[in-house]
């Protein structure tokens, strides 16, 4: 991914997604933030199996380069098994911001937009579709100034 566009198809593909803290890292020396998420194939329609809608999940790698630093906002760092929510992403001049459930935030200052984005297994089946108030996402995602 190399602007906003592709950017943002990539945050529809990773809404709803749930990541453990501990399975984020800053690595400063490679200029890297990497999670593993554990997405919802919103791509990939639903299935009936035995009466019951059958939908799919996968692990997923996201790396975001050339992130000199990162401002984390309402997430407590220390509840390491806290799992999170991701909302959406969004760029915007000099930084990618990675928005989660509940107002936390990660705030990752970049050079350039570089990121890589990869299925790590195969799916498995969930007969748990994510759902929320609509207004849940409107809240959590405020917009630009005019």
């Not at 890297?32 to 194939?41: D, I, K, Q, S, T």
């Not at 035995?50 to 999940?57: I, L």
């Not at 297994?121 to 917009?143: G, I, N």
């Amino acid at each position: 991914m190399v602007d906003a566009e592709d950017l943002a198809i990539a945050a529809s593909c990773l809404q709803d997604a749930i990541v453990p803290i501990i399975d984020m890292r800053y690595l400063a020396d490679d200029r890297r933030f990497v999670m593993v998420l554990n997405r919802f194939l919103w791509e990939k329609p639903a299935e009936r199996i035995d009466g019951r809608q059958v939908y799919g999940r996968t692990l997923v790698l996201l790396s975001v380069e050339t992130v000199s630093a990162i401002q984390v906002h309402g997430i407590d760092q220390k509840q390491r098994d806290l799992i999170l929510e991701l909302l959406t992403i969004r760029a915007e001049a000099g930084h990618i911001e990675l928005i989660f459930a509940g107002g936390g935030r990660i705030r990752l200052h970049v050079d350039q937009i570089r990121c890589f984005l990869e299925d790590l297994e195969e799916a498995w089946p969930t007969q748990w579709r994510p759902s929320h108030a609509v207004d849940e996402v409107s809240e959590q995602v405020p917009t630009a100034p005019a």
